[in-house]
């Protein structure tokens, strides 16, 4: 790929197009174009802002083309009704404030992490704890990070319920849910499954209430645990689950959460870890190129693998049949078996 001065340009310019929608979901700007088309000074009214700065922000999101302008009247289109309104399931606000709060201001200091190989989290935080254990600490926060990986993590279950037998297993558990979107989604294709998540105590009230207020609260067991620490109630799941989660972690703490679940999981069971891996000759894609970076600053030592690489350390942890199931959608699954 050749690069002109205009990409360069465009790419480090990137962040005025990412500011721009985080600000507006935090304001809550689009709930007040749900049922009407509204001029600067209505929406500079409804927002009690100066009407100034409220037009720079529309001119701007019209642009970006998030609303449409006919005379001197905005609208939001009905099609985007669905992430931009703070009271739809899909609404991207939750992304928002995660990237506000935490990865803005982490990203700032990436010179700093590439230099050093160091996350940045006491540099942006003054705090040396782990990234989950700062994130844990405020409710608010632990909200907002389990809504974004619930969302996120849609078109990649719509594919693995689809395109896997989860009716050939008898138990599932799902090791960091989110909040509990692949297991309710079991639930619905697969009714003679039973279903558990297995969560750090700091989410998991969080996770039982939300399952709670969509009806899935007796369905669905919410258990604690920690893959790290090795405390794993696996018990007789025959299939277990760890989404997007080893990417966390660095090579060696990745194979120590590996042969945790393996020596928890019962004989004969099956683990698929879901991920979004490197290219084998490591050329991109240029998602997960930069989520590895995501990963510098925030992490202690996560980073991100090619295929090859994840099935190594499957291979070290114990497990047989190691291999790749490609399913449609954004994530590959890295299967392997305890004989």
């Not at 100066?50 to 701007?60: D, G, H, K, V, Y």
């Amino acid at each position: 790929m050749t690069l002109n001065k205009q990409d360069v340009v465009n790419h480090m310019m990137g962040f005025f197009q990412a500011k721009a929608v985080t600000a507006a979901l935090s304001l809550k700007l689009f709930d007040h174009f749900r049922d009407t088309d509204l001029s600067a000074q209505q929406l500079a009214d409804k927002i009690d802002a100066p009407l100034r700065s409220t037009e720079q922000m529309l001119i701007a999101l019209n642009a970006m083309g998030y609303l449409t302008k006919q005379d001197n009247q905005y609208q939001l289109p009905t099609e985007h009704h669905a992430f931009l309104l703070s009271d739809e399931p899909m609404w991207l606000g939750w992304l928002g404030r995660h990237i506000d709060t935490f990865l803005y201001p982490l990203w700032g200091e990436l010179s700093s992490a590439v230099k050093s190989d160091t996350n940045q989290r006491e540099a942006v935080f003054g705090d040396n704890r782990s990234w989950f254990d700062i994130l844990y600490q405020n409710p608010d926060d632990v909200a907002d990070f389990q809504e974004f990986l619930g969302k996120f993590a849609a078109p990649f279950i719509e594919g693995f319920v689809k395109d896997y037998d989860f009716s050939q297993h008898h138990a599932f558990l799902d090791i960091g849910s989110g909040i509990g979107t692949l297991p309710i989604a079991v639930a619905n294709a697969h009714p003679g499954v039973s279903l558990a998540i297995c969560e750090l105590p700091q989410a998991s009230a969080f996770l039982r209430d939300k399952l709670g207020e969509q009806g899935y609260g007796d369905r669905i067991e919410v258990v604690e645990g920690d893959v790290i620490a090795g405390n794993l109630p696996i018990g007789n799941y025959d299939l277990i689950h760890l989404g997007w989660m080893l990417h966390d972690y660095a090579p060696e703490t990745q194979i120590t959460i590996l042969k945790n679940i393996y020596n928890a999981m019962p004989a004969g069971g099956r683990f698929i870890a879901s991920e979004t891996p490197l290219n084998d000759d490591k050329s991109g894609p240029e998602f997960t190129a930069l989520l590895s970076l995501n990963m510098l600053v925030s992490t202690d030592g996560g980073i991100e693998s090619s295929s090859e690489e994840y099935l190594a350390r499957f291979h070290e942890a114990g497990f047989s049949n190691a291999r790749i199931l490609e399913i449609p959608g954004p994530r590959t699954l890295i299967v392997g078996e305890k004989a």
